[in-house]
């Protein structure tokens, strides 16, 4: 019964993901074949959906002998009770690639880091001589926007590709069960795949000799907040001692002395406190919002405080869902009157989880704990292994859409799709929840979910979207009534039958989908 149930979830997942790969090949067939210049890259996408397509649909007919093969061959490094879920890889690739067809004038080679890495994915999860033999073709469309790149360019692009794919090896030894195969694929994009633009900037700068790097404020600081987190995960991996205190403060201390280092590059300062207080005062309105802010990350810190002597329990989802809310309170005003300062916080905010995730992991004196015990009692059923990412995972969830628009410099004027993370799992997946476990009486093929939590959800985002002119000038209803609501409905279908983390997939799915409503 177990197994009936897991596999018609497993179908209804497909059904919706091939049909969103569908429905993508339409758009850009419609939109972009006849006049783009990126015809190579829209054809590798195309070609890449495919071989995806294949990938997921094919297990779920033959699940039994998949599954035998799975057990018998791999150690359980990944997820238990989770399909690989290798769609997911798929989610930012086809983000980047349909902006790049509305924005054609928008730096390709990122676009291609990410196809190439959907590429590396396929051929680790199955290295079999015909993934490989077409893995290699599909590359191959790649070949000419490859050679056409000056040699900087083209040696940081192959180093970033040989890291991945070292990374996809070790990662699940090291941390197994705290992931599937998709979500570390999207982790591995978010992470590598700014790193191209910050590396090639670098050498040319060092190459012409450049004293100082120009960027926008907002871009400095979210610079400086990624370069000490990478750098201190860096030097956590490489120093090795016994006391975790020792190994954690000199590891983020180096990390800070070289964000000081990069500090001067950008701002002529190791410690510009005029050119932050400058951004941070720059309009009444922003003042508002760090206030506003402030009060919400007090109140999450209270009810983390207050809530850490309950007992852990893994099913405590109705509590967990207050941060969901909380987040929303930081968000919703944040998209609609300072998307710039959101874009900054979101970063440093990000940073601060990520230390605060490395304090608990080793275990460092007094805070270690502390976060260990706040942190149990919140625990997701999908926190197997030894890493916490469901807080992760649910602020990058909200900040993805805005990072990839700042990312490829994409028109702020349709403010829609920004909202793909606050919709899915801010209105949509909380509402799912909280109808679900109170009055939800019909279950989705014997699983958790339920029809009422996924109606719920479907008509709270609609109401959402409805709402939201009153507080923002921009009307994004007009004329797109029907395709809004089949995309909110396709969403909440994808959450009430994916074993995927939704706080992870959710919203990239959606914002793939709301940013086809732009042409």
């Given at each position: ?10 179908l ?110 396929l ?15 599909l ?14 360019e ?57 004293t ?8 400095s ?20 001692t ?65 809530n850490q ?53 080793l ?96 008509i ?35 959450e ?24």
């Open positions: 019964m177990i197994f009936r149930s897991e596999m018609r979830l497993q209804m997942e497909s059904a919706v993901i091939v049909g969103f790969y569908c429905y993508m090949c339409y758009f850009w067939n419609q939109n972009f074949v006849k006049d783009t210049k990126h015809f190579n890259i829209l054809g590798c996408s195309v070609c890449a959906m495919l071989l995806m397509s294949l990938h997921q649909v094919v297990p779920v007919i033959h699940r039994k002998a998949s599954k035998d093969q799975e057990t018998a061959d791999q150690p359980q490094v990944y997820r238990n009770k989770s399909d690989p879920g290798l769609w997911c890889s798929l989610l930012i690739p086809l983000a980047l690639t349909t902006n790049l067809c509305l924005y054609p004038e928008v730096d390709k080679m990122p676009v291609m880091l990410a196809l190439v890495f959907v590429a590396l994915h051929v680790h999860f199955n290295p079999s001589t015909v993934t490989q033999l077409t893995c290699a073709g590359l191959y469309w790649l070949r000419e926007d490859f050679l056409s790149k000056e040699r900087p083209q040696a940081v692009f192959v180093g970033l590709c040989v890291l991945v794919y070292i990374l996809l090896g070790k990662i699940p030894g090291v941390f197994p069960q705290s992931f599937t195969d998709g979500e570390l694929a999207v982790c591995l994009q978010s992470v590598i795949i700014p790193l191209y633009p910050v590396l090639v900037i670098s050498y040319k700068a060092l190459q012409r000799g450049v100082n790097i120009s960027l926008p404020t907002s871009i600081i979210s610079l400086l907040a990624y370069a000490g987190v990478m750098m201190g995960s860096l030097f956590i991996c490489t120093i090795r016994r006391n975790s205190a020792v190994r954690f403060l000199l590891s983020y201390g180096l990390a800070l002395v070289a964000v000081l280092f990069l500090s001067v590059k950008l701002f002529g300062s190791p410690l510009p406190y005029r050119v932050l207080l400058h951004f941070l005062m720059e309009s009444k309105v922003r003042v508002y919002l760090l206030v506003w802010w402030s009060v919400l990350v007090l109140i999450s810190l209270c009810v983390t405080m207050l002597n309950n007992k852990p329990s893994k099913g405590r989802t109705r509590v967990r869902k207050i941060f969901h809310i909380l987040i929303l309170g930081v968000y919703v005003p944040g998209l609609l009157y300072d998307a710039v300062l959101l874009f900054t916080a979101s970063w440093v905010a990000l940073g601060c989880l990520i230390i605060a995730e490395t304090v608990r992991l275990q460092v004196p007094v805070f270690g704990p502390l976060l260990q015990k706040c942190y149990s009692v919140f625990l997701s059923a999908q926190d197997e292994g030894r890493l916490i990412l469901t807080p992760i995972y649910l602020l990058v969830g909200f900040s993805l859409p805005l990072w990839i628009h700042t990312f490829q410099w994409c028109d702020f004027s349709d403010v829609l799709p920004l909202f793909a993370g606050l919709l899915s799992v801010g209105v949509g997946d909380t509402m799912a929840s909280v109808v679900g476990s109170t009055i939800g009486k019909h279950k989705i093929f014997g699983s958790h979910k339920t029809v009422e939590g996924t109606v719920a959800s479907i709270f985002q609609l109401i959402f979207i409805f709402i939201k002119p009153y507080f923002s000038p921009v009307d994004v209803l007009h004329n797109r009534l029907v395709p809004v609501t089949g995309i909110v409905a396709a969403t909440s279908l994808l009430a039958s994916t074993s995927q983390i939704d706080n992870h997939v959710l919203p990239l799915f959606m914002y793939n989908l709301l940013i086809t409503l732009k042409s």
